[in-house]
């Protein structure tokens, strides 16, 4: 018997009407619990709050918990918390929400054998602390007959989806690797990550480029799906092209079985690649595509479950234009019923992830793969990070509607009180890092997002105090769990131009219950080194495995040499100009060819640049510039030709410092003229005190670990597979330094060419 959560199966049966994402003023999420108990603490002392139900209906087991039960009135009740006009709720969002409790009360007659029962819609106003009761009185025969109405809409699916999931689980016991036999090092690194998923363990694999790391992460956890039970396999990237990467490797494996392996794929695309008319407003007035959608959604959910490829992004778009409906919101809904997801780290680990949302939802037994997981600690510091500034508060005071003058004004008035209290009331250009959150600016911020919610309740739609809105909500709430793992930082760039930012620095404490809520997770790739690093930062159970790989490539392929007679610190920047060109001269004159050189700013890149034209006209020469379009890039890339001559400047860290592939003749050495350390500035000096009184060891973790780990990235893109044959050329006097040297990857033979001109 399946057993399915009331939620879900009314999200999934008494679905109807337009998609409608016009914003409506709603309570956060810790609003919502504190109204619930608001209004359950107003019932008597007989009222039953959170009442669990369950029961069997049509072959299905149903389970759920609804909001409370007087037993003396047999009134049950489904609590909805909202703000301002109650009209403005959508009738396919009330009729979810008599559906939902029409369910409850079926259950509970049934269970206690009740004829008839008092059901009541209590919609909560948390602004106004007011209830409406949407009451009736309902039959059990009539409650049944919903029930049993929306247990068969979804039974047939259900056992759609249960003969789904059995046939692909007897495929995948069958699954064969796409080749005859695996790379070396590949079985090692398949082995590890099947017992990894088989033992429900976190697995650090720190693998070599070139070694397949793509098919040999995928398909052991295949392999491990039906042997252990586990419902979905999520396969997330920090990079696009890593994603297209996946969907590759599955299309060679899946192509190499005698016979069709009924797994449903499916390419999660951010909303910006996937909307059809970014001109139009996502509602059913305004998109032809949101128009209908949930009328619509039930055959193109059909249609995509019983296509026998890929859902990507084109073949979503295909299917969702064929039936009518938008396509990012048919990814959405397919995230529900597929075996495997490739998506962007963040829909697993951002603060409104729906992938993580639904592994909780649905209890699913979850395996992670994290492909190039050296990327996660910034892009998570990203997604736990917020700014907010007093330019846009200044601009909408002057034109507010009467109601949000005061509530404005008095948010203004804190921000100057800020900027003079920090010293910072000048024209000039600074930053102050905070002891402790501003409480005054704190609370005028909480006064004007109930002001600017509850004017919006009833006014029509105003964008700029959305963005206002929106940017005020999300400081409050990471501002709520505010700690030493968070640096509160203002800066003012000019009159009125004031910044307060909560910029996220150990991201462990927000990814650590996300990694809790999956069952067995993969971080792979060729920079995890040292293991501690990344555990402590990303928030890792103590027990995570780490495995590394014997890499495929031998010494002979790679020609390692450090130039220790130079400084490339700022302070000898100018002096290591001449030196360094003279090194690429003597390395391009002695093997011509294509290569790479990396520097740690487009300032420094430029000045070596110059100075190599001025000295060397006849060498080829192209170079990274800021903000580079998708087309520049590509030109960049096609540079690099099979037997082409030149050198290419790029920054270190960049867009092509890591996820560039160009193997053979297309580049056959690369110069990193820098330790790739961040730089010593308030921020990276405030984020190494945090670090050493949290772990001990400030200075690695903030400096240099992570330039180093961009070192080796850079230095990787030039030996690609077991034929490739290079060069790297490391400048930097403090690449001869024990602890250095200690990062750099193992297979490597160092040879150093002269000694250090300093020391610190």
């Known amino acids: 018997m399946m057993r399915v959560a009331v939620r879900t199966l009314c999200d999934f049966a008494a679905r109807s009407g337009s998609l409608d994402h016009r914003y409506t003023p709603s309570p956060t999420a810790e609003e919502g619990i504190e109204g619930h108990a608001k209004v359950q603490a107003r019932r008597g002392s007989d009222y039953q709050p959170e009442l ?51 369910v409850y009360g079926a259950l ?12 009541a819609l209590i919609y909560y106003d948390i602004g106004r602390d007011r209830e409406t009761a949407l009451t009736e009185q309902a039959g059990a025969p009539e409650l049944q007959a919903h029930l049993v109405a929306l247990c068969r809409a979804y039974r047939d699916w259900a056992g759609q989806e249960a003969s789904h999931r059995d046939a ?30 088989s033992t429900g363990r976190h697995l650090m694999l720190q693998a070599p480029t070139g070694i397949g790391k793509t098919l040999g992460t995928l398909y052991p956890v295949l392999m491990a799906l039906p042997k252990k039970r586990i419902d979905r396999l999520f396969f997330l990237t920090a990079r696009t092209t890593g994603r297209q990467l996946a969907l590759d490797g599955l299309g060679q494996l899946l192509a190499a079985q005698p016979e069709a392996v009924p797994l449903r794929i499916l390419e999660l695309s951010a909303r910006d690649h996937a909307c059809e008319h970014p001109d139009l407003a996502c509602h059913g007035e305004s998109c032809p595509l949101a128009r209908g959608f949930f009328d619509r959604l039930g055959d193109a959910r059909r249609a995509a479950a019983a296509c026998d490829q890929p859902l990507d992004r084109q073949k979503l778009r295909e299917l969702a234009l064929a039936h009518g409906i938008c396509p990012y919101y048919l990814g959405q809904e397919m995230a529900r019923w597929s075996d495997l997801v490739v998506a962007d780290v963040n829909h697993f680990f951002d603060q409104h992830a729906l992938l993580h949302a639904l592994t909780r939802q649905n209890d699913w037994k979850t395996v992670l793969l994290i492909d190039e997981a050296h990327n996660l600690i910034d892009r998570a510091r990203g997604m736990y990070s917020v700014e907010i500034g007093q330019q846009r508060v200044l601009g909408l005071k002057r034109r507010a509607p009467a109601a949000l003058k005061k509530p404005l004004s008095a948010l203004a008035r804190q921000w100057s009180q800020l ?33 600017i919610t509850e004017y919006l309740a009833e006014a029509p739609a105003d964008a700029e105090l959305q963005e206002l809105l929106f940017e005020a909500i999300r400081y409050l709430r990471l501002a709520e769990d505010f700690g030493d793992h968070s640096l509160c930082e203002l800066s003012r760039s000019g009159r009125g131009r004031a910044k307060l930012a909560l910029r996220n620095l150990i991201p462990a404490d927000f990814l650590s219950p996300r990694f809790e809520a999956s069952h067995s997770c993969t971080l792979f790739s060729a920079t995890l080194t040292p293991a501690p690093y990344h555990r402590d930062l990303l928030g890792l159970p103590e027990s995570t495995v780490w495995q590394e790989v014997e890499s495929p490539f031998a010494a002979h392929q790679l020609e390692a040499r450090l130039e220790t007679g130079i400084s490339t610190r700022y302070q000898h920047r100018q002096a290591s100009v001449d030196p360094i060109v003279q090194v690429l001269q003597q390395q391009y004159r002695r093997q011509s060819g294509n290569y790479l050189a990396y520097f740690s700013s487009f300032a420094y890149l430029q000045q070596v640049y110059e100075r190599l034209q001025q000295t060397a006209p006849e060498i080829p020469l192209w170079c990274q510039q800021p903000g580079m379009s998708q087309d520049a890039r590509r030109a960049f890339i096609d540079g690099f030709a099979e037997d082409g001559q030149g050198i290419g400047f790029a920054v270190l860290g960049g867009a092509f410092a890591e996820g560039i592939d160009l193997p053979g003749r297309r580049l056959i050495g690369a110069f990193v003229a820098t330790l790739g350390l961040p730089p010593f500035d308030a921020w990276h000096e405030e984020l190494r005190k945090r670090l050493q009184r949290r772990f001990g060891r400030g200075y690695d973790y903030a400096y240099l670990f992570p330039g180093m780990q961009k070192v080796v990235q850079a230095a990787g893109r030039v030996i690609r597979t077991p034929e490739d044959r290079g060069t790297v050329v490391l400048i930097d006097d403090r690449f001869g330094r024990p602890e250095v040297r200690s990062l750099l990857p193992g297979w490597w033979s160092l040879e150093q060419a002269s000694k250090p001109l300093r020391a610190d």
């Open 52 to 102: 669990a139900l369950s029961g069997e209906c049509e072959g299905l087991e149903l389970n759920g918990r609804a909001d409370g039960y007087d037993p003396h009135r047999q009134r049950l009740e489904e609590i909805k918390t909202h703000r301002g006009d109650l009209s403005r709720l959508s009738e396919a969002q009330q009729a979810l929400h008599w559906a939902q409790l029409r």
């Open 168 to 197: 692909r689980d007897a495929a995948l016991g069958r699954l064969r690797f796409a080749f005859d036999g695996f790379r070396q090092g590949q079985r090692a690194l398949a082995e590890g990550v099947f017992k990894a998923a």
């Open 419 to 451: 900027v003079r209290e920090q010293g910072l009331s000048d024209d000039t250009a600074a930053c102050r890092q905070l002891t402790a959150l501003p409480r005054e600016l704190h609370g005028a911020l909480q006064g004007t997002v109930t002001a």
């Open 108 to 119: 509970l007659c049934a269970r206690d054998g009740l004829e008839s029962i008092e059901l």
